[in-house]
């Protein structure tokens, strides 16, 4: 069964920093795409960063290039989303999700639950 599991979300500063996990399971990395995905209020969700398993290609938003990172553990069991200058607008709720494929995962893969970042002005 494949599962994904986000935490890390908090409240921080602007220009602040946090860094996001997302633990997953039940499937081989090296077959998939992991994304990040966010969704502020009132908004639809908007994809942010994905990383191909088989060869580590990432890919990234305009609006967070720079700021974001998306790696990948030793283990290959935690995706990691790296945030760093962290502005208001970066408040949402942000979601994990994997499919199969060279490029973000749609809205009938698999989706893990959602982790609130908040960031004051």
């Known amino acids: 069964e494949v599962q994904l599991q986000a935490s890390g979300g908090g409240l921080v500063q602007a220009g602040g920093s946090l860094r996001l996990s997302c633990a997953v399971s039940g499937f081989t990395f090296v077959d998939w795409t992991i994304g990040w995905f966010r969704q502020a209020p009132g908004k639809g969700r908007e994809r942010i960063s994905c990383i191909v398993g088989y060869d580590g290609t990432t890919y990234y938003v305009d609006s967070v290039k720079g700021r974001f990172t998306i790696s990948v553990d030793d283990a290959k069991t935690t995706v990691y989303l790296q945030m760093n200058s962290l502005r208001p607008e970066d408040t949402a709720v942000y979601f994990c999700?994997?499919?199969?494929?060279?490029?973000?995962?749609?809205?009938?893969?698999?989706w893990g639950q959602g982790t609130l970042v908040t960031v004051s002005s």
């Open positions: 999700a994997v499919g199969l494929g060279t490029y973000y995962p749609t809205e009938e893969d698999y």
